[in-house]
Every structure is written in structure tokens, then in C-alpha cells.
């Protein structure tokens, strides 16, 4: 064999080693066998190959290649990346998702799988649907924005508090602040004097408040001596209301109606002037004739007075009295008789 084919043959077989080296130290086994799964992304968010594809925090596998893709008029369409997976016991689904998310604080970037347990499971080279997740400074944004904002409508107000603070702090405005700080201190001794006869006050009248104090626990304490007689006086009352109730108050309430309902059949029927006592308060004639009766018995017992001759044949006895007085009661009975008489035509 010619020393120049031997040659070659090394220098080939460095090459092969070389790659399969870098490769390896990359994290790819070039004589292993490992699943292949594929995700379009429009921004790969700056992920890298090699980058690690993480399950639930646990490393399953590294991106493998990137590709940029051209549509059919030759512009650019989506960025391929392409994964495999090392993790026998990972099987991507029709429903996973390959999200770019920052795996630590320095901004290492990543693919992250969601959602593996939920739809079929997808052959090797399949596509997979890919997502980004907001990067660490669109994050920010989005929390700094609303701060910004209210910082902003803060510096606002407290430009506009500012500005109405130096519109009514003028020179009278600060005369007069002056001038009411200077009466703090009288202030201040007034409310000293005023603590001071409040004292007093409480001081003189703790000793009335003590003698009402007394007096109360006196009452109480006789009200406390007196529970027994309370006692009785209580068990009375329970006596004299038991003794009401089995009287027969019920009847008696009936009787007293009763009688009231009869005393108003009475009373109506002497309204209305039947009976005796009804036609002698209702019977105006009556009345008149009870009157003009009266009368001529009254001239009927004078004229026996004054002639007794009339109707006692004694000759011995003079019962006449003065002829003049006679007369008179005799006219004034006559004119008694003319009212009544007048006044009884007037009523009928």
C-alpha cells in the first residue's frame, strides 16, 4: 500500500472522528438512535442548537438544527427547529407544545414541552406546535408600564398640590400662620388651667360620688334584706290574682250587661212615652193640666178660707181673713192661669 493512500486514510478518519467528537461534546451521538420532532417558530427568541429541551425542569433532549425556510416566491416563511429527544420515557403528542422560554435569570434561552399527556402520540419528524413565551425585558415592560403610568398621574398631582400650595401660602396667609402659632403657647396654658379645675372638680366631687355610691349599696343591701317580704308580698299577689280569677267574674260581667240591657228598654220606652212616666215627661197637656189643677185647688182652698160658710155651717168659727189680701191672691192666681194657658196654645 502506497504511503500517500495510508495518509489519506488517516487524515479521513481524524475528520470523522473530529465531527463525531464535536458533535458529541454538543450533546449529539451520532450512532444513537434518538427521535427527531420538529416546531415552526416566526422568532426563535435567540435559542441556539444545542439549547436544551426541558421537561418539568428535567433536561430531555437539545435542539439539533435551525433552519430559515423560503415560501414559493422565495420570501422568507418560518424558522424550522429541529429537537431530539434522549428521554426514552418522553412521547410527544398531536397536542404538545415546544414553548422558548428563559431558563434562568441570565436570559439562557430554551424549548420548553408542555401538555404531553393530552392528545395522540406523533411519529418521529412530526411538526409540533410552537410558541414563545415573553422575554424577561417585554415582562418588565409590561409591569413597569402601569407603574410608569401612575408615577406620572402621582408627579401630576403633586405638581398641581405644588401649585395651590403657592397660591394660598401668600404673605397674609404666613402673617396669619404666624400669628396662630404664637397663640399655641396661651392655648396650651389654657388647657393646662382648664386640666387643672377639672382635677379639682373631680377631686371635690369624688367624695359625693362616694356618698352616692354608699347610698346605693345601702338600697341594695335593704332591697337584699327585704327579698323575703318581696317574696310574700309577690306570693300574695299570685293568691289574690288566683282568687279573681276562680270568682265568678264572667257572670257577674253577664249580670251587670243584662240589667244595663233592661235599663235602656226602660229608658227608651219613657223616651219614646209609653207608660205612666213616659206621658208625664213626654205630655206637655198633661203637664198643663197638672198646673191649671194646682191652680183651682189653690183658688178652691182660699175661697174655704174666705167663705167657709160655703161648706162649714159654723157660725162661731170666722175663717176669712183680710178681704184685701184675698183679692189679691186671687188675681194673682187668675194671671198664673192666663200664662199657663197662653203658654199651653203656644206649644199646641
Not at 38 to 57: L, R, T, W
Not at 75 to 91: P, Q, R, T, W
Request: net charge neutral; aromatic share 6%; proline share 1%.
Amino acid at each position: 500500500m502506497k504511503k500517500e493512500f495510508k495518509i489519506g486514510i488517516i487524515v479521513v478518519v481524524t475528520i470523522l472522528a473530529a465531527y463525531w467528537g464535536i458533535n458529541f461534546l454538543k450533546g449529539f451521538d451520532m450512532f444513537s438512535k434518538e427521535a427527531v420532532y420538529h416546531a415552526k417558530y416566526a422568532n426563535i427568541q435567540g435559542i441556539e442548537v444545542s439549547n436544551p429541551v426541558i421537561y418539568k425542569g428535567l433536561k430531555v433532549g437539545q435542539i439539533s438544527s435551525i433552519t430559515l425556510t423560503l415560501d414559493s416566491a422565495g420570501a422568507i416563511g418560518f424558522i424550522d427547529v429541529a429537537f431530539v429527544l434522549s428521554n426514552k420515557n418522553v412521547f410527544i403528542t398531536d397536542s404538545t407544545v415546544a414553548r422558548i422560554i428563559s431558563s434562568d435569570l441570565l436570559g439562557s434561552r430554551a424549548i420548553s414541552l408542555e401538555r404531553l399527556d393530552m392528545g395522540k402520540t406523533v411519529a418521529a419528524g412530526a411538526y409540533i406546535i410552537g410558541a414563545v413565551e415573553k422575554d424577561l425585558q417585554t415582562q418588565i415592560n409590561e409591569q413597569i408600564l402601569p407603574l410608569k403610568r401612575s408615577a406620572e398621574t402621582l408627579i401630576e398631582s403633586v405638581e398641581q398640590l405644588v401649585g395651590s400650595f403657592k397660591a394660598v401660602m401668600n404673605e397674609d396667609t404666613k402673617n396669619n400662620l404666624i400669628q396662630a402659632f404664637a397663640t399655641i403657647p396661651n392655648t396650651i396654658k389654657n388647657l393646662e388651667q382648664a386640666t387643672m379645675t377639672i382635677d379639682t372638680t373631680i377631686k371635690v366631687s369624688s367624695d359625693k360620688f362616694k356618698g352616692i355610691l354608699s347610698n346605693i349599696y345601702a338600697i341594695t343591701a335593704n332591697i337584699k334584706e327585704s327579698n323575703g317580704k318581696i317574696a310574700s308580698i309577690i306570693s300574695n299577689l299570685d293568691l289574690i290574682t288566683d282568687s279573681i280569677a276562680k270568682s265568678n267574674i264572667t257572670e257577674t260581667i253577664l249580670l251587670v250587661n243584662k240589667t244595663m240591657l233592661k235599663t235602656n228598654d226602660i229608658m227608651a220606652k219613657i223616651n219614646s212615652g209609653q207608660g205612666t212616666i213616659g206621658k208625664l215627661i213626654n205630655d206637655d197637656q198633661l203637664y198643663q193640666e197638672l198646673i191649671m189643677t194646682n191652680a183651682r185647688l189653690s183658688l178652691l182652698i182660699m175661697d174655704i178660707q174666705e167663705n167657709p160658710q160655703r161648706y162649714i155651717n159654723l157660725s162661731l168659727i170666722d175663717f176669712r181673713k183680710n178681704k184685701s189680701d184675698f183679692v189679691a191672691d186671687t188675681a194673682n192666681i187668675q194671671q198664673l192661669l192666663r200664662q199657663d194657658s197662653t203658654s199651653y196654645k203656644k206649644k199646641n
